[in-house]
Protein backbone atom coordinates (compact mmCIF):
# COMPACT_ATOMS: atom_id res chain seq x y z
CA UNK A 1 0.00 0.00 0.00
CA UNK A 2 1.56 3.43 -0.85
CA UNK A 3 1.84 5.70 1.84
CA UNK A 4 2.86 9.38 2.12
CA UNK A 5 3.13 11.43 5.57
CA UNK A 6 4.03 14.40 5.49
CA UNK A 7 5.71 16.49 8.32
CA UNK A 8 7.41 19.39 9.24
CA UNK A 9 4.38 21.89 9.26
CA UNK A 10 3.93 24.25 11.86
CA UNK A 11 3.57 28.15 13.09
CA UNK A 12 6.05 30.80 11.74
CA UNK A 13 6.34 34.36 11.10
CA UNK A 14 6.91 36.25 8.39
CA UNK A 15 10.57 36.10 6.77
CA UNK A 16 10.83 32.16 8.69
CA UNK A 17 11.66 28.93 7.53
CA UNK A 18 10.63 25.31 7.87
CA UNK A 19 11.35 22.43 6.24
CA UNK A 20 8.83 19.95 5.44
CA UNK A 21 9.33 16.41 4.74
CA UNK A 22 7.40 14.08 3.29
CA UNK A 23 8.32 9.31 4.22
CA UNK A 24 7.20 7.60 1.40
CA UNK A 25 6.33 3.33 1.42
CA UNK A 26 4.79 1.18 -0.57
CA UNK A 27 6.19 1.67 -3.83
CA UNK A 28 9.63 2.32 -5.96
CA UNK A 29 10.51 5.58 -4.63
CA UNK A 30 13.61 5.87 -7.29
CA UNK A 31 11.16 5.36 -10.22
CA UNK A 32 8.50 8.11 -9.93
CA UNK A 33 8.53 12.12 -9.88
CA UNK A 34 7.67 13.46 -6.49
CA UNK A 35 6.22 17.17 -5.91
CA UNK A 36 4.08 19.43 -3.61
CA UNK A 37 1.12 20.82 -4.00
CA UNK A 38 -0.95 23.61 -1.77
CA UNK A 39 -4.63 24.61 -0.62
CA UNK A 40 -4.49 27.56 0.95
CA UNK A 41 -7.59 27.39 3.69
CA UNK A 42 -10.75 27.53 2.10
CA UNK A 43 -9.68 27.88 -1.80
CA UNK A 44 -8.36 25.68 -4.66
CA UNK A 45 -5.35 23.52 -5.90
CA UNK A 46 -2.21 25.20 -6.60
CA UNK A 47 1.02 22.74 -7.65
CA UNK A 48 4.25 24.30 -5.88
CA UNK A 49 7.53 22.32 -6.72
CA UNK A 50 8.47 18.94 -8.55
CA UNK A 51 11.68 16.61 -8.92
CA UNK A 52 12.49 14.18 -11.42
CA UNK A 53 12.99 10.66 -10.05
CA UNK A 54 16.70 11.09 -10.02
CA UNK A 55 16.51 14.37 -8.38
CA UNK A 56 18.31 15.76 -10.89
CA UNK A 57 15.54 18.10 -12.03
CA UNK A 58 13.63 20.46 -10.30
CA UNK A 59 10.61 22.48 -11.21
CA UNK A 60 8.75 25.50 -9.16
CA UNK A 61 5.64 27.86 -9.20
CA UNK A 62 7.08 31.37 -10.46
CA UNK A 63 6.23 32.65 -6.47
CA UNK A 64 8.42 30.30 -4.81
CA UNK A 65 11.31 30.41 -7.28
CA UNK A 66 14.37 31.38 -5.15
CA UNK A 67 12.28 30.88 -1.69
CA UNK A 68 11.51 27.17 -1.69
CA UNK A 69 14.02 24.13 -2.57
CA UNK A 70 12.72 20.27 -3.33
CA UNK A 71 15.27 17.72 -2.77
CA UNK A 72 15.17 13.81 -2.49
CA UNK A 73 16.81 11.22 -0.98
CA UNK A 74 16.00 8.04 -2.18
CA UNK A 75 18.61 5.78 -0.22
CA UNK A 76 15.88 6.89 2.80
CA UNK A 77 12.51 7.41 0.43
CA UNK A 78 11.53 10.74 1.25
CA UNK A 79 11.03 14.27 -0.28
CA UNK A 80 11.52 17.37 1.08
CA UNK A 81 10.58 20.75 0.79
CA UNK A 82 12.84 23.86 2.47
CA UNK A 83 10.89 26.68 2.93
CA UNK A 84 12.16 30.06 3.29
CA UNK A 85 11.76 33.86 2.93
CA UNK A 86 7.49 32.66 4.39
CA UNK A 87 4.63 35.16 3.34
CA UNK A 88 1.45 35.21 4.93
CA UNK A 89 0.39 33.97 1.38
CA UNK A 90 2.11 30.98 2.02
CA UNK A 91 -0.22 29.44 4.16
CA UNK A 92 -1.88 26.27 3.04
CA UNK A 93 -1.90 22.72 3.42
CA UNK A 94 1.03 21.26 1.88
CA UNK A 95 0.67 18.01 0.38
CA UNK A 96 3.05 15.10 -0.81
CA UNK A 97 2.30 13.79 -3.87
CA UNK A 98 3.57 11.21 -6.00
CA UNK A 99 3.80 11.03 -10.02
CA UNK A 100 1.14 8.58 -11.53
CA UNK A 101 3.97 7.16 -14.24
CA UNK A 102 6.78 4.97 -13.84
CA UNK A 103 9.99 6.01 -14.92
CA UNK A 104 8.54 9.03 -16.95
CA UNK A 105 8.83 13.31 -16.06
CA UNK A 106 4.52 13.67 -16.18
CA UNK A 107 3.32 15.87 -13.14
CA UNK A 108 0.11 14.43 -12.64
CA UNK A 109 -0.44 12.85 -9.09
CA UNK A 110 -2.09 9.09 -8.30
CA UNK A 111 -0.99 9.07 -4.66
CA UNK A 112 -1.61 12.27 -2.24
CA UNK A 113 -0.18 12.44 1.70
CA UNK A 114 -2.83 13.72 4.12
CA UNK A 115 -0.85 17.10 4.27
CA UNK A 116 0.67 19.11 6.45
CA UNK A 117 -0.56 22.30 7.69
CA UNK A 118 1.94 25.85 7.29
CA UNK A 119 0.79 29.12 8.98
CA UNK A 120 2.60 32.29 8.33
CA UNK A 121 1.40 35.01 11.30
CA UNK A 122 3.04 37.30 13.53
CA UNK B 1 1.38 29.50 -18.06
CA UNK B 2 -1.74 27.42 -18.96
CA UNK B 3 -4.77 28.72 -17.12
CA UNK B 4 -7.74 26.31 -16.70
CA UNK B 5 -10.58 27.97 -16.16
CA UNK B 6 -13.58 25.38 -14.81
CA UNK B 7 -17.64 26.03 -15.03
CA UNK B 8 -19.92 26.08 -13.01
CA UNK B 9 -17.86 27.32 -10.00
CA UNK B 10 -21.10 25.34 -7.65
CA UNK B 11 -23.38 22.88 -9.45
CA UNK B 12 -26.52 22.03 -7.98
CA UNK B 13 -27.69 18.74 -8.55
CA UNK B 14 -29.96 15.76 -6.72
CA UNK B 15 -29.02 11.96 -6.42
CA UNK B 16 -30.06 10.28 -9.54
CA UNK B 17 -29.36 13.49 -11.72
CA UNK B 18 -26.48 13.77 -14.54
CA UNK B 19 -23.04 16.27 -13.55
CA UNK B 20 -21.34 18.03 -16.76
CA UNK B 21 -18.47 20.16 -15.21
CA UNK B 22 -16.01 21.97 -17.69
CA UNK B 23 -12.75 22.80 -18.05
CA UNK B 24 -11.36 25.40 -20.46
CA UNK B 25 -7.75 25.73 -21.16
CA UNK B 26 -6.34 29.07 -22.32
CA UNK B 27 -4.32 27.21 -24.93
CA UNK B 28 -4.47 24.27 -26.52
CA UNK B 29 -3.31 21.21 -23.51
CA UNK B 30 -2.86 17.59 -25.07
CA UNK B 31 -5.38 15.39 -24.48
CA UNK B 32 -2.30 12.90 -22.92
CA UNK B 33 -2.23 15.41 -20.03
CA UNK B 34 -5.44 16.39 -18.77
CA UNK B 35 -6.74 15.06 -15.68
CA UNK B 36 -9.67 15.36 -13.10
CA UNK B 37 -9.19 14.78 -9.43
CA UNK B 38 -12.47 14.28 -7.09
CA UNK B 39 -11.94 16.20 -3.08
CA UNK B 40 -14.40 15.73 -0.45
CA UNK B 41 -13.87 17.82 2.77
CA UNK B 42 -10.96 17.79 5.07
CA UNK B 43 -9.44 14.99 2.76
CA UNK B 44 -6.86 14.77 0.12
CA UNK B 45 -7.75 14.85 -3.39
CA UNK B 46 -7.92 11.41 -5.44
CA UNK B 47 -7.22 11.29 -8.81
CA UNK B 48 -10.37 10.39 -11.28
CA UNK B 49 -9.67 10.36 -14.86
CA UNK B 50 -6.27 10.92 -16.58
CA UNK B 51 -5.64 11.30 -20.43
CA UNK B 52 -8.78 13.45 -20.19
CA UNK B 53 -10.83 10.02 -20.73
CA UNK B 54 -9.00 6.85 -19.43
CA UNK B 55 -10.20 6.66 -15.47
CA UNK B 56 -7.85 5.66 -12.66
CA UNK B 57 -7.80 2.80 -10.81
CA UNK B 58 -11.06 1.48 -8.73
CA UNK B 59 -13.26 4.91 -10.10
CA UNK B 60 -16.41 3.84 -11.03
CA UNK B 61 -17.70 4.00 -14.61
CA UNK B 62 -20.57 6.71 -13.82
CA UNK B 63 -17.40 8.70 -14.49
CA UNK B 64 -16.27 9.69 -17.91
CA UNK B 65 -14.32 12.46 -19.04
CA UNK B 66 -14.19 13.87 -22.54
CA UNK B 67 -12.23 16.66 -24.64
CA UNK B 68 -9.36 17.96 -26.38
CA UNK B 69 -7.74 20.90 -27.64
CA UNK B 70 -9.32 23.47 -24.79
CA UNK B 71 -12.45 22.07 -23.73
CA UNK B 72 -12.88 18.91 -21.58
CA UNK B 73 -15.69 18.02 -19.65
CA UNK B 74 -15.96 15.50 -16.69
CA UNK B 75 -19.72 13.79 -16.83
CA UNK B 76 -21.47 11.87 -13.83
CA UNK B 77 -24.12 9.82 -15.21
CA UNK B 78 -26.12 9.40 -11.76
CA UNK B 79 -24.99 11.08 -8.77
CA UNK B 80 -24.77 8.85 -5.77
CA UNK B 81 -24.31 10.40 -2.66
CA UNK B 82 -20.67 10.18 -2.12
CA UNK B 83 -20.27 12.22 -5.01
CA UNK B 84 -20.92 15.28 -4.07
CA UNK B 85 -17.61 17.28 -3.49
CA UNK B 86 -15.12 19.70 -5.56
CA UNK B 87 -13.68 18.80 -8.92
CA UNK B 88 -10.92 20.05 -9.99
CA UNK B 89 -9.38 19.44 -13.63
CA UNK B 90 -5.18 19.89 -13.78
CA UNK B 91 -2.97 19.88 -17.05
CA UNK B 92 0.52 19.00 -16.85
CA UNK B 93 1.64 19.19 -20.52
CA UNK B 94 3.94 22.50 -19.13
CA UNK B 95 4.15 23.98 -15.61
CA UNK B 96 0.88 22.35 -14.21
CA UNK B 97 -1.77 24.10 -13.16
CA UNK B 98 -5.08 23.63 -11.48
CA UNK B 99 -8.51 25.05 -12.51
CA UNK B 100 -10.21 26.76 -9.59
CA UNK B 101 -12.74 23.61 -8.90
CA UNK B 102 -15.97 23.52 -9.22
CA UNK B 103 -17.97 22.49 -6.53
CA UNK B 104 -20.96 19.64 -6.72
CA UNK B 105 -23.75 20.31 -4.10
CA UNK B 106 -26.60 18.61 -2.98
CA UNK B 107 -29.62 20.48 -4.49
Known amino acids: EVQLLESGGDLVQPGGSLRLSCAAS????????MGWVRQAPGKGLEWVSGISASGGSTYYVDSVKGRFTISRDNSKNTLYLQTSSLRAEDTAVFYCVKGAVRWQEIYYFDYWGQGTLVTVSS | EIVLTQSPGTLSLSPGERATLSCRAS???????LVWYQQKPGQAPRLLIHGASSRATGIPDRFSGSGSGTDFTLTISRLEPEDFAVYYCQQCGGAPTFGGGTNVEIK
Open chain 1, 26 to 33: GFTFDNYV
Open chain 2, 27 to 33: QSVSSSY
